[in-house]
């Protein structure tokens, strides 16, 4: 099992940037494939980013792709998701999500292939 905390969000002024972390512990870290999910007031919750174990593979929601990053530090137990161009659009609570992999290199973009959620980080876009 894995506990999952986030941390980083915040209020940021539309074209800006922000840097979310997201610390894991419990087991090994680098058993888990990671991925960031966000949901808007009134909207279904929606993938926006993952990462393979390994840190090698990474897969992204199309209109996230170019402006958002996400990463991992397996000695840290730590993941990232590094957020420019933000836009009032990008309002919504973000969760970090986990779940075992038996691959180090497949990456999981569904909602219901994660088993592990932290609490969420509240991300505001003014414009």
């Known amino acids: 099992q894995v506990q999952l905390a986030e941390s980083g969000g915040g209020l940021v002024q539309a074209g800006g940037s922000l840097t979310l972390s997201c610390e894991a512990s419990?087991?090994?870290?680098?058993?888990?494939?990671m991925g960031w999910f966000r949901q808007a007031p009134g909207k279904e919750r929606e993938f926006v980013a993952g990462?393979?174990?390994?840190?090698?593979?990474?897969v992204y929601t199309a209109s996230m792709k170019g402006r958002f990053t996400v990463s991992r530090e397996n000695a840290r137990n730590m993941v990232y998701l590094q957020m420019n161009s933000l836009k009032p659009e990008d309002t919504a609570v973000y969760y970090c999500?986990?779940?075992?992999?038996?691959?180090?290199?497949?990456?999981?973009?569904?909602?219901?292939?994660?088993?592990?959620w932290g609490q969420g980080t509240q991300v505001t876009v003014s414009s």
């Open positions: 990462i393979s174990r390994s840190g090698r593979n990474t």
């Open positions: 419990g087991r090994p870290f680098s058993s888990y494939a």
């Open positions: 999500a986990a779940d075992i992999s038996a691959s180090v290199v497949d990456v999981f973009t569904k909602r219901y292939e994660y088993e592990y």
